[in-house]
């Protein structure tokens, strides 16, 4: 596996690599990628750089066109993808199919925009003066994305990026970085010119020379909170502009009048979907005192009872494993903590039974009896990992799910349409 600079598959100037392991069986290793460094990022920057002028002057409507085909390739490919992507992250099929087709709405999406790239005209006060402004293109944009949506993500910030009359240098995760190489094919096969979009793979040295690169104009990263900070650290420091998506610490809360089927519905796919491994996932579940005991013990059937293990291997799994052996003692670190804090009522160990002893699974996991001042109540876990805690009324639960130092999603359950 390569890098693509230039509208050519390379090997890094140091030759380094480094393997692309199968999270659900470490004995498949998919392949090695280049392990790049600062050599290798200027001259994808470059290549970024010496066809900007021709990419920007291009007609927008042109552009949108190029990835309108784009669209119809990702379609095309949809089923392949998804096998792809289930084998190198660990989503089931049924995630990953889903994550295809945000590219497909994606591209379809930026083409049609490409004809709304409206300026705007102003009354001017000067009677011999007339206000107009274009949109235009920034430069060079360095995409650097997470690895649990590896072609959802980068389409997001590459082809609205590119719509515009930007270029891009693209480092996909270095936990799927195969993923990052098809995005580069299907984007050479829709006409995408040379030199537009680069594909760098590698780990943090490659990342950094890309945040510090002075040709790149705009970073857009998704990852840990830390990352981030300094990420956008350096930015300011270089004026260079900056989106960020990062972590989070999100509270469902289960109102005493909710539908709790629905409810338990809702908690588990946000808790243990994508096995835990999203920015949005439901870590905290904030229970009203009056329905605690019911739901817990409804929560306890139902999570007991899915299927785990590696999405390649049976339709009927509905938890993967999580994304490698760093990660899976993380977890598990937490999840000893997590017992010294507070209840452990389902889970809390690793699954080695039958295949699964080649891979990172493990169990979903509820704790109960969850306080505010608890670190698997603060602290992300980005694992399959609940944390369940009880509220007297709507602001006590709306003051549990404010204590957190992360900001992103929530929700309510309940039939009081004033309270949510």
């Known amino acids: 596996m390569q890098n693509y600079i230039a509208g050519r598959w390379v090997d890094s100037k140091s030759g380094r690599t480094f393997n692309n392991v199968n999270p659900a069986d470490a004995r498949d290793i998919i392949g090695a990628f280049p392990l790049s460094d600062h050599d290798d990022v200027n001259d994808a920057v470059k290549a970024a750089r010496d066809a900007y002028n021709a990419w920007r002057l291009l007609p927008a409507p042109k552009r949108g066109d190029i990835l309108r085909v784009a669209g119809d390739i990702f379609t095309r490919r949809q089923e392949e993808l998804a096998r792809i992507m289930t084998r190198e992250m660990g989503k089931t099929l049924t995630e990953t199919r889903g994550d295809i087709q945000e590219a497909i709405d994606t591209a379809y999406y930026a083409a049609t925009e490409t004809r709304r790239l409206f300026g705007h005209t102003a009354p001017s006060e000067m009677s011999n003066k007339m206000n107009m402004s274009f949109r235009m293109p920034i430069g060079v944009c360095g995409i650097i994305t997470a690895w649990n949506f590896p072609i959802a993500v980068p389409s997001w910030k590459i082809l609205p990026a590119l719509a515009c009359g930007n270029t891009v240098v693209f480092k996909p995760s270095d936990d799927s970085p195969h993923s990052g190489n098809i995005f580069a094919e299907i984007l050479e096969e829709a006409g995408l010119p040379v030199g537009v979009f680069n594909v760098v793979h590698g780990q943090a040295e490659a990342g950094r020379a890309i945040v510090e690169h002075h040709d790149v104009r705009v970073i857009g990263f998704t990852g840990s909170t830390q990352t981030g900070a300094a990420i956008a650290e350096t930015c300011g420091r270089l004026n260079k502009r900056v989106s960020l998506e990062m972590g989070g610490k999100n509270a469902q809360i289960v109102m005493d009048d909710a539908d709790l089927d629905l409810a338990l519905e809702g908690v588990l796919w946000g808790a243990f979907g994508t096995t835990g491994q999203r920015c949005t996932a439901t870590s905290r579940l904030i229970l009203h005192e009056a329905i605690h ?128």
């Open 293 to 420: 005991d019911k739901f817990i013990k409804m929560l306890q059937g139902a999570a007991s009872h899915l299927v785990l293990g590696n999405g390649l291997a049976s339709d009927k799994v509905q938890v993967g494993p999580v994304i490698n052996k760093r990660q899976l003692d993380k977890i598990l670190n937490y999840i000893e903590v997590g017992k010294r804090e507070a209840t452990c009522v389902l889970g809390g160990e690793r699954d080695v039974d039958g295949d699964k002893e080649h891979g990172n699974f493990i169990q979903p996991t509820i704790f109960a009896g969850v306080q505010r001042t608890h670190r698997i109540f603060q602290e992300e876990i980005f694992g399959p990992v609940l944390s369940v805690s009880t509220c007297t009324s709507l602001e006590d639960a709306i003051a549990i799910a404010n204590d957190s130092e992360y900001g992103l999603s929530s929700s309510i359950y309940t039939r009081d349409v004033n309270a949510a």
